[in-house]
């Protein structure tokens, strides 16, 4: 086995690590779906520019720091929580690859956010949308670390798509 096949074994369990730790609210998910698809570049499996992986580096740890302050602030993310946020922003980017690559993201995003509605419209999430600050710190200490995490796994996707 060479080292490309290891660097692509190693890379696809970290972006599914990512994923899996997204849902289950561990705060470096986006850091472990980073260092799956920047294994998957030096693999030369997908092929990113040094800017696209300095932006998503710096992504990743500017969500993971959000995700550790807020943690300690008590508006911590739940499972039922973070599953409608993943499924909403998975909704998204499938919906923004169907169309283009450059509205991957942004599907992403626009998926996450009708995530969180739907997830305020439950008795468990009912307290998001008591007043528009809570939806804003809610988006913010999860919605952004989902969106950062699902979009690293959407241009791993493409990459192998396009490859």
């Known amino acids: ?9 190693i890379g696809i369990m970290l972006m599914l690590g990512g994923i899996a730790t997204g849902i289950r609210n561990f705060p470096p998910s986006a850091i472990l779906a980073y260092l799956g698809m920047a294994l998957l570049h030096w693999g030369k499996f997908i092929n990113l520019t040094d800017n696209a992986l300095i932006f998503w ?3 990743a740890a500017i969500t993971w720091g959000i995700a550790i302050l807020s943690a300690k602030e008590g508006a911590r993310p739940d499972i039922q929580g973070n599953l409608y946020l993943s499924i909403g922003g998975f909704a998204g980017l499938l919906v923004g690859m169907s169309i283009d690559a450059s509205v991957m993201i942004l599907s992403a995003i626009i998926g996450t956010l009708l995530g969180q509605l ?3 419209k439950t008795p468990r999430g009912k307290w998001i949308k008591f007043s528009f600050s809570n939806f804003i710190h809610y988006f913010c200490a999860a919605g952004l670390k989902t969106i950062v995490t699902i979009s690293l796994t959407g241009i791993a996707v493409e990459g192998f798509l396009i490859r």
């Open 57 to 59: 580096g710096i992504a």
């Open 118 to 120: 739907a997830f305020s």
């Open 1 to 9: 086995m060479d080292s490309n096949t290891i660097f692509a074994v």
